[in-house]
């Protein structure tokens, strides 16, 4: 036995991947020490004291067995009732639900069951970094579309209309949108609706920040005439309850999709997390009022950020949800990729480069706003002197 | 936001930090910083915000304090109730804080001296020979856990994965 390689032992697709530029940028961010960072995209707040306990009593009382397959019946019940109560969407809990382990497994899951090899996935950028592998792990296309600051970079009819082909299965829709902080309006979203329906793709709704909105509530585009049959929401408890770790998402879409995707959830995952379906059952049943108690942080935290930006000779949108701001970058000659290296070395703070959220990122940068007042101000003053001295 | 909404909010927020100004409040709010101006002095002036002060862990410090809880048994006043007596007890800068009480007791004090002789001698002296007090009982306080919703010798670093 000589010279074997094992890579040749890997698969192509995989191995075809490029790194996330993100990952890259937080490899670089370990080294170093004393960093103001604005680069996590996840609540700062810990979950709840009455949902953490849930979990922890469930591990008392020593249910530490598998669920069923798509989740614990009493947990979707509570999906099934929270989403009809905060976004009036109407899902079957039998037959139309499936607990994943996150959200990124149920995007997983939908373009798995959906997609055929070949099939085309329109994905609007910037966006959050999973969909494009996830669809070439699925053996789709990736077309990405890029969306404009000019348009506050929401999706709009033509712009759609002119990526759409007869080979489109599905529309991603992520909004709203980590990182820009966009959020689709009913009257973009009647649009939206029209084109797809035309088309006779499907639509992936990915709904995680659906709680985080500031200007008006969320709407989703299931609820929109002949939408409900071809979509597959994905929502998820991380955001909206402060519950990242405890990895819990699912899928709201039809019985016939419900039922494919399951078989591939019930063979490469079994069953999400008993210990967080128990306690995410509370955080369903009684945690409303934690989701608005976080939203009215995040509110202030968000004018705050853009204001300081603004101040500090940024051009920067006013995000209406999620707790990213997504600022233009100065016209230096630097990509983005290099501005943020240097704010890191240069002035130690840490924020993530537009470029890593697809092509049409590059010139922007994302900064999060899970974080204190203090520690904003902090980071934002440090980006100003940086711009003052470039 | 309507004012009453306003005005609850700034109340959270600066009962989280006092030291946030007026212009941060109003860039935080979205609102002209003379709104915010006018909600603190209104609360300044009724007495809806009594003062503004740093929440000090003296175990970090080389200052001896120490702190008992006193359950005190009194008897009422014709007309005044407790209140004539909370208020005199209330005069004592080594009373931190007294509030009447359902159940077993009437009056609970917190109070603070350098030593837990000095604060036996004060319950001992003043509150106990006090008219109208019955009964006292002392508990020292070994370790403050929490105190106003701060969970004191928690660890504050950022726990988060750098995640997306």
Redo the contacts between chains.
Sequence with gaps: MVNFDPASLLNKTVTDIRPSGIRKFFDLLGTMKNVTALTVGQPDFETPWHIRDAGIRSLEEGRTYYTSNNGLIEFRREISAYQERRFGLSYDPEKEIIVTVGGSEAIDLAFRALLNPGDEVVIPEPCFVCYEPLVRLAGGVPVPLGLKAGNGFRLNESDLRAVMTSKTKILVLPFPNNPTGACLSEEDLTSVARVVRESGAAVVSDEIYAELTYERKHVSIASFPGMRERTVVIGGFSKSYATTGWRLGYTLAPAILTKEMAKIHQYAIMCAPTTSQYAAVEAARNGDADIERMKEEYFVRRNLIVSRLREAGLECLMPEGAFYVFPKLPDSGMSSDRFCERLLYERQVAIVPGSAFGSSGEGFARLSYAYGVRHIEKAVDGIKAFLEAL | MTKEQLKE?VLR?LEA?AR?DPG?LA????VPEDDIRAVIAECEGDGTILTYMAKVNWEKTERKMVRAIIELKTVPQRDRGFGAIAERISQYPEVKSAYLMSGGYDLALTVEGETMRDVALFVAEKLATMEGVTSTATHFVLQTYKEDEIVFEKDTT?K?G???
């Design positions: 909010q927020q930090d946030l941060t860039v935080m709010f979205g950022d988060r750098n995640t997306w």
